[in-house]
């Protein structure tokens, strides 16, 4: 296998209100947060679509206080980092994800965090760099190759976002995000997450769509993970089922499957205290196995 990476170069941009480290990734620069430290494998946070890396930030001020390094970046197209348009590939973001744990000096291996679309890059970062990877979290996910009528689908959306801008697609999409009792009495969570989506740059987010209608499966690559693993589902989840879960739970053997009641499609949100706590018992289990 070759591995085909462009140099990278680290920059620090400060002002007084938002510190904000950048880094030059196979020709694009991508925004992030790296904090915490400690002996343990860092976690790598993975955003999903139409996300950016402030999605994690209740779980980066969570490990980061227990001297757990925790990154997270803005993928390509969304966030602070550089709107790419045209089709952005699942491989694509996966290789800026090594492109950057090496500008980090991250020598070696990575717990990664993925959620919906992110879940779908973790795969895709396990297919093309196994032995980088030392655990996975599945989060609002599932393996399976795009049908004909999702890509279809992701298509005609990706033109709409151009046509329309990111707005009037939030509005409509925020229910199916969040469970209703979410939105009803955690406000500031669906603040949060419609402003993240309002926010997208549109061309970013419709690359996204149309390089994930190319989505590969990934059952088989769940099926030869041999390390620690942790599926968060949400039962009120509109677009990642019961026997989604049950799938990758029978794929990675001897992985924890939490099913979240009341909870939707942004279980490290709506539910922090139980992601955290699962998020918690993977770390404890990687460093058990790690132990001599």
Request: aromatic share 6%.
């Amino acid at each position: 296998m070759y591995r085909i990476l462009i140099r990278v170069n680290v920059k620090i941009h400060l002002t007084q209100e938002n510190p904000m480290a950048t880094a030059s990734v196979n020709g694009v620069s991508l925004a992030y947060d790296d904090e915490g430290g400690g002996g343990a494998p860092p976690l790598l946070f993975v955003h999903g679509h139409p996300f950016d890396r402030s999605m994690w930030r209740l779980q980066l001020a969570a490990f980061a206080r227990k001297d757990q390094r925790v990154i997270a970046p803005d993928l390509r197209g969304y966030g602070e980092s550089a709107v790419v348009a045209g089709k952005t590939t699942l491989d694509i973001f996966a290789r800026d994800l090594e492109a950057l744990l090496e500008a980090l000096g991250v020598e070696r291996r990575v717990i990664l965090c993925g959620l919906s679309m992110g879940g779908q890059i973790v795969m895709e970062f396990c297919r093309l760099f196994p032995e980088r990877v030392a655990a996975i979290v599945l989060a609002a996910t599932s393996p399976q190759a795009e049908t004909e009528a999702g890509k279809h689908n992701r298509n005609l959306m990706a033109d709409r976002l151009l046509r329309e801008g990111m707005g009037p697609y939030a509005d409509e999409i925020l229910p199916k995000m969040l469970a209703p009792n979410s939105i009803a009495t955690q406000p500031a969570i669906a603040r949060h997450v419609l402003g993240m989506m309002r926010s997208a740059p549109p061309e970013g987010a419709a690359s996204a769509l149309r390089g994930r209608a190319e989505r590969p499966p990934y059952e088989g690559v769940l099926a030869a993970f041999a390390h620690p693993a942790l599926i968060v589902v949400g039962d009120q989840d509109a677009f990642t089922t019961h026997a989604d879960a049950e799938l990758m739970r029978r794929l990675l053997e001897g992985s924890e499957l939490l099913f979240l009641e009341g909870v939707g499609h942004m279980p490290n949100l709506e539910s922090e205290a139980r992601f955290n706590a699962a998020l918690e018992r993977l770390l404890v289990t990687v460093a058990a196995v790690a132990a001599p």
